[in-house]
C-alpha cells in the first residue's frame, strides 16, 4: 500500500546534486582555502617570519627584496614580510568583531522587529532609515576621533575598539533589515503555522523553527561583511583614522610606503594584494554559501 | 449526537487600507459562517479560491481569531486564547507538502519534539510511539532518519499527517490536503484519511475544490462562496439534489471522465469568484447568478430546508 | 483519412541532463499530430510531459539536452512536411501557453503591446497590431476589450490573464498550439470556460493542438487522441475514448481507476501501489513493472517496446490484453 522506498537515499544525492550546489561547493572550498592559508600564516607568524614586526635595522633601509627580507624592508628597516603577516592577526580579528558583533545584535534587532509589536517594528525601521542616511565615512571619522586610539581593550590592541564600537553602530542595519524580511517570510510557512497549531510554546517555535529557517542569507552577508570590513580598515587607517599608524597592519603600511611608489612599489603591491585576496577569499565563501542556500 | 464542533454566525474582517483620500476598505473573508460537526463525522467544505474555505480552516484550528462568533468545542465555548490541551485537540493538515515540512529538520525531530511537548509518552516509549506512527501513516521507519528533501510528495503529505497524528487528536483539519500531489499519490492519501477515521473515529473537517474527492470522502458537504455557506447537507444530499444555482455550476464544470464526449456550446458559468462589494445587501452570488431577479439584491437570502439539507437561496424548495 | 501528412511529427526524442553521466528523462518519444487534430498529453509529474512538449519550441532549461531525435513541421495545409530546427517555429507557426498566468506575462506591458509584440516582431504596423490585439481580446471573450488594451496584467484576473495568453498565442496565427497545463492554477468555473474557450477557437481556427494535463478528465473532454507517459516513455496511445473506456497498460488502468468520481455512489479509490521512479534509477525491463499488478517474469528481461494493437492504437505492454480481462487479473 505504502511507497517503500525513499525516493532518494543518500546515495542519490551525490548524482543528483543541482549544478548550483555543486558550483557553489566549489566556490567555498576555494574561499576557505585562501582564507584559510591567512589564518594559518596568522597562527605559525613567529615561525615564519622574523618574529618580532617593530624590529627596527636603520642601517638597512628601504632594502630590495632578499633571502633575508623576502619583501625588503620598509623607510625603519622593518622586514616587510613579517609587517605583512603579523598584520593578519590586527585586519582579521578587527574585521571578525566588526562584523559579528553587529550580526548578532543585528539578527537578534531583526527577529524583534520581524515578530514583535508593531509599533516597536516601526520604531527600529525608523531608527534604521536615520543610520542609512548618514554619510558612513564621515561619521566613521567623527566618532573614531572623538573616542581617540585609547590604550586598547582586553586582548585588543590600540584604535581597535572605537573600529568595532563604529561598526557596529552602522552595519547592525543590514542585519536587522535582512533577518527581519526572512522571519517574516519564514513566519507565515505552513511548518511554523503547523508548530503553533500544534501548541508548542512561542519561543520554541521561534528558536526551533523560525530562526533557523531564516539566518541563512544573514550567515552569507556575515562572510561577505568580514571582507568589506577588512577593506573598510584598511582604507581608514589609510586615511588616518582607526589603528595608529606603525601598527602592523596593511592600510597604514601603504600609507607610510606611499611616497617611496616610485622606488620600492612592493611596499604597496603587497599589502594591497593582501587586502584583495583577503577579501576575494570571503566573498567567495558567502557566494558558495549563497549558491547552496538557494539550491 | 451533540456537535463535537460548532461555529456559531463567525466573522472575519479585514480592514484593508487603499490608496490616500479614501477610506478603508473591509473585506468579509467569513461572513456569518454556522456549521456544526458530530464527532467522528467528515464535513467536506468545497469553494472556489477566496471564498473564505482556508480562513474556515485557520478559524478552527485557533490560527486566527474570528472578528466575531462564537466557536464551541464539545459543547463548551472556545476563546481567543486556547489551551495546550485544546491546541492538540485540532490539528490541521496543509496544502504544501514542500512549504508544511521544516526543511531543516529530520522527521523524528519534529515529531519528537510535539509528542515531548505534549507528555503524551513516557521517554522510554518514544520509539516505538514514533514506530507506530509511521506505521499508521504507511511509511517505512527509516522515513524517521529522513529530511523533507528527500522524500516524495505522497510521501511528505504522509509525514505532515504524522505529525497531526502524533499529538493524539481528535479532530484533522485538512487544508486542500491533497491538492498538490499527483493522481496516484493523492489515491493513497484519500484512503489512508477515509482509514484514519475509521480506524482512530477522528473527525474530519477536509477543505477542497475538487468535488470528486469531496464526494469519496465525506459524509457531509458545505459550499462556500464570497465568505458565506450557500449550501450545506449530506453529500448524497448535495451531490445528487443541488439546490444552489452555484453549487450546481459547480458540478457542472467539473470535468468527468466518464461524461465527456459533449461539447458544450456555453460554460457553466460566466465570470470569476470575486470579493462582494460592500454595497450588495443581498445575495453574494448576485453578480453572477443566471437565475437572478429582483429580490435577490434587497437582502441575503435566509436558509430554506432542514438540517440535512439547506440552501440559502430564494428559489430552492425545501 | 487520405494520407495527408501530420503538422508536427516528432521522433525517437530524447533528452537528458547535461553533462557527462547525464541522466535520460525523456526516453525515445515519438508523436504526430494531424492538422486539425488535439493530442493530449497525460502523466504524472517527472513523467517527461512537459519536456517533451517544451522541447518542440526548444524551451528546454539550460541543465538539459535533446540528446537525439528530429522533427518534421508542416506550415500549411499545401505545404510538404519538411525537417525544422525548433528554434524557427517561434512565433512562426508554433505558439505555447503556459500554466501560470501571472509570471507569464511581461509585468511591465500593458496588455495591448503583450499581444500586439508578435505580430510587431513579424513588421506588421503599429496600427495594425492594436487592431488586431483588440479584435482578439474580444475573440478570448474579454469583456469591455478597448479598456483592457490600457490594463497592467496585475490588474486582471487569474482568468482573465490566462485568456489574454490565449489571445497573445493567437497573434501570430498559429497552425499548432502547445498548452502546458493551461487550467491548473485556475478554479473549477474558471477552468470550465477557458476549456469551452480553447474548443471553440479551434474549431473555428482549425488548429491542431497538444495538450499537456496532469489530469485525464481535462484532457479528455478536449483531446482526440491521448498518449500516456510514464518515467520518461509514452506507455499508452490511443483514440481518447478507447482509451480511457478500454486502457490497455496497466498504468493507464490504475490512473483512470485511482480518480474520484462526482457522479454515482461514492466508492474507496482503487491505488497503484509504490511511487515512480526516479530518473536514472530504473528498474531493469518494464519502468511499471514493480509497480505493476499483472507482471510476469517476461516484463522484467526488456522494457517493452510501444506495439500496434488497433486502429491508431499502441501499448508498452506485455499483457494488454489482460488489462481488461474482468477486474481480477
Not at chain 3, 99 to 104: F, G, H, L
Request: aromatic share 4%; glycine share 8%; proline share 7%.
Amino acid at each position: 500500500m505504502s511507497d517503500l522506498s525513499l525516493v532518494k537515499d543518500h546515495k542519490d544525492d551525490k548524482e543528483h546534486t543541482p549544478r548550483s550546489r555543486r558550483r557553489g561547493n566549489g566556490k567555498m572550498a576555494a574561499g576557505a582555502v585562501v582564507f584559510g592559508l591567512f589564518v594559518l600564516a596568522a597562527v605559525l607568524a613567529p615561525l615564519i617570519t622574523k618574529g618580532d614586526p617593530a624590529e627596527q635595522d636603520l642601517l638597512n633601509r628601504l632594502a630590495d627584496p632578499s633571502p633575508a627580507h623576502p619583501l625588503g624592508t620598509d623607510q625603519l628597516g622593518r622586514d616587510e614580510w613579517t609587517r605583512l603577516v603579523y598584520a593578519i592577526r590586527v585586519d582579521l580579528r578587527v574585521a571578525l568583531l566588526a562584523s559579528l558583533v553587529p550580526a548578532i545584535l543585528g539578527s537578534l534587532i531583526g527577529i524583534v522587529a520581524g515578530l514583535g509589536a508593531k509599533w516597536l517594528d516601526t520604531a527600529i525601521m525608523r531608527v534604521s532609515d536615520v543610520v542609512v542616511s548618514l554619510p558612513l565615512f564621515i561619521f566613521f571619522i567623527a566618532l573614531v576621533g572623538l573616542l581617540g586610539p585609547g590604550d586598547g581593550f582586553l586582548f585588543l590592541g590600540p584604535g581597535e575598539l572605537p573600529l568595532i564600537i563604529g561598526f557596529t553602530l552602522v552595519s547592525w542595519v543590514v542585519y536587522a533589515r535582512l533577518m527581519r524580511a526572512e522571519v517574516r517570510r519564514v513566519r507565515s510557512m505552513d511548518y511554523v503555522r503547523a508548530a503553533r497549531s500544534g501548541g508548542l510554546p512561542r519561543w520554541r517555535v521561534i528558536t526551533g523553527h523560525i530562526v533557523p529557517n531564516a539566518i541563512g542569507q544573514s550567515i552569507v552577508y556575515f562572510f561577505v561583511d568580514i571582507g568589506l570590513a577588512v577593506v573598510a580598515i584598511s582604507t581608514l587607517s589609510f586615511l588616518g583614522v582607526g589603528i595608529p599608524v606603525g601598527t602592523p597592519e596593511w592600510g597604514a603600511m601603504i600609507q607610510s610606503a606611499r611616497t617611496v611608489i616610485q622606488t620600492n612599489w612592493w611596499l604597496i603591491a603587497a599589502p594591497g594584494a593582501a587586502i584583495a585576496l583577503a577579501g576575494m577569499g570571503l566573498a567567495l565563501i558567502g557566494d558558495g554559501l549563497d549558491d547552496r542556500i538557494k539550491s | 449526537m451533540s456537535a463535537l464542533i460548532e461555529l456559531d454566525d463567525i466573522r472575519v474582517h479585514y480592514t484593508v487600507p487603499t490608496r490616500r483620500h479614501s477610506p478603508p476598505v473591509t473585506l468579509r473573508a467569513l461572513d456569518g459562517v454556522s456549521l456544526a460537526v458530530e464527532r467522528s463525522r467528515c464535513l467536506g467544505v468545497v469553494g472556489e479560491s477566496g471564498c473564505g474555505k482556508s480562513t474556515l480552516a485557520n478559524v478552527l484550528v485557533g490560527l486566527r481569531t474570528p472578528t466575531a462568533g462564537r466557536v464551541r468545542y464539545d459543547g463548551r465555548e472556545v476563546g481567543a486564547r486556547r489551551s495546550k490541551d485544546l491546541c492538540r485537540r485540532i490539528q490541521m493538515v496543509f496544502q504544501d507538502p514542500v512549504g508544511s515540512l521544516n526543511p531543516r529538520r529530520r522527521v523524528r525531530s519534529v515529531l519528537a519534539e510535539l509528542i515531548d511537548h505534549h507528555d503524551l509518552v513516557p521517554d522510554t516509549g518514544m520509539n516505538s510511539a514514533l514506530d507506530s506512527l509511521m506505521e499508521m501513516v504507511d511509511l517505512p521507519p527509516r522515513v524517521l532518519e529522513a529530511r523533507p528533501h528527500e522524500l516524495s510528495g505522497g510521501q511528505r503529505q504522509r509525514v505532515a499527517i504524522a505529525r497531526a497524528l502524533a499529538v493524539q487528536p481528535e479532530v484533522l483539519v485538512a487544508d486542500e490536503a491533497v491538492a498538490a500531489l499527483d493522481v496516484s499519490a493523492q489515491a493513497t492519501v484519500i484512503n489512508l484519511l477515509a482509514d484514519l477515521r475509521a480506524e482512530l473515529g477522528l473527525t474530519i473537517v477536509f477543505i477542497s475544490h475538487d468535488l470528486g474527492i469531496v464526494r469519496t470522502l465525506c459524509d457531509s458537504v458545505a459550499v462556500m462562496y464570497a465568505g458565506r455557506v450557500v449550501e450545506e447537507g449530506t453529500a448524497e444530499a448535495v451531490f445528487t439534489a443541488a439546490q444552489h444555482p452555484y453549487t450546481r455550476a459547480l458540478l457542472r464544470a467539473a470535468p468527468d471522465l466518464h461524461r465527456p464526449g459533449t461539447v458544450r456550446r456555453s460554460p457553466a458559468l460566466e465570470g470569476e469568484p470575486a470579493g462582494t462589494p460592500e454595497t450588495n445587501t443581498g445575495c453574494v452570488f448576485l453578480p453572477r447568478c443566471p437565475e437572478a431577479e429582483a429580490a435577490c439584491a434587497s437582502a441575503p437570502p435566509p436558509y430554506i430546508g432542514n438540517e440535512s439539507h439547506r440552501t440559502a437561496c430564494i428559489h430552492a424548495v425545501p | 483519412m487520405t494520407a495527408i501528412e501530420p503538422v508536427i511529427e516528432i521522433a525517437n526524442l530524447t533528452i537528458a541532463t547535461a553533462g557527462p553521466g547525464g541522466v535520460t528523462l525523456v526516453d525515445d518519444v515519438s508523436l504526430h499530430v494531424d492538422a486539425g487534430e488535439c493530442l493530449g498529453i497525460v502523466g504524472e509529474s517527472g513523467s517527461g510531459k512537459s519536456l517533451t512538449l517544451r522541447s518542440v519550441l526548444d524551451l528546454l532549461p539550460s541543465s538539459l539536452v535533446r540528446t537525439r531525435g528530429t522533427m518534421r513541421f508542416r506550415g500549411r495545409r499545401d505545404e510538404e512536411s519538411r525537417a525544422v530546427d525548433p528554434r524557427e517555429l517561434r512565433g512562426h507557426g508554433v505558439s505555447m501557453i503556459f500554466q501560470e498566468p501571472m509570471s507569464s506575462l511581461n509585468p511591465t506591458m500593458r496588455i495591448g503591446d503583450l499581444i500586439a509584440a508578435g505580430p510587431r516582431a513579424r513588421g506588421v504596423s503599429r496600427r495594425d497590431a492594436a487592431d488586431r490585439a483588440l479584435r482578439l481580446l474580444g475573440e478570448v471573450g474579454v469583456p469591455r476589450p478597448e479598456q483592457r488594451l490600457r490594463a497592467w496584467p496585475h490588474q486582471l484576473s487569474g482568468g482573465l490573464r490566462q485568456r489574454v495568453m490565449i489571445a497573445m498565442a493567437l497573434s501570430v496565427e498559429p497552425v499548432l498550439l502547445l498548452c502546458d497545463e493551461p487550467t491548473t492554477a485556475l478554479d473549477a468555473t474558471v477552468q470550465d470556460q477557458i476549456l469551452t474557450l480553447v474548443e471553440h477557437l479551434r474549431a473555428e481556427r482549425d488548429m491542431a493542438m497538444i495538450l499537456v494535463s496532469h489530469d485525464l478528465s481535462v484532457v479528455s473532454r478536449i483531446a482526440d487522441r491521448t498518449a500516456v507517459m510514464y518515467a520518461g516513455r509514452i506507455v499508452e496511445q490511443g483514440p481518447t475514448r478507447a482509451l480511457i473506456d478500454d486502457p490497455r497498460h496497466p498504468y493507464t488502468r490504475g490512473l483512470i481507476d485511482s480518480m474520484p468520481q462526482l457522479h454515482g455512489p461514492p466508492v474507496r479509490l482503487k491505488t497503484i501501489e509504490g511511487s515512480p521512479p526516479t530518473a536514472g534509477r530504473l528498474p531493469r525491463g518494464c519502468r511499471f513493472s514493480p509497480r505493476c499488478p499483472l507482471v510476469v517474469d517476461a516484463c522484467r528481461e526488456a522494457d517493452p517496446p510501444l506495439m500496434a494493437i488497433g486502429p491508431y492504437r499502441t501499448t508498452a505492454c506485455l499483457r494488454h490484453s489482460a488489462v481488461n480481462a474482468g477486474d481480477q487479473p
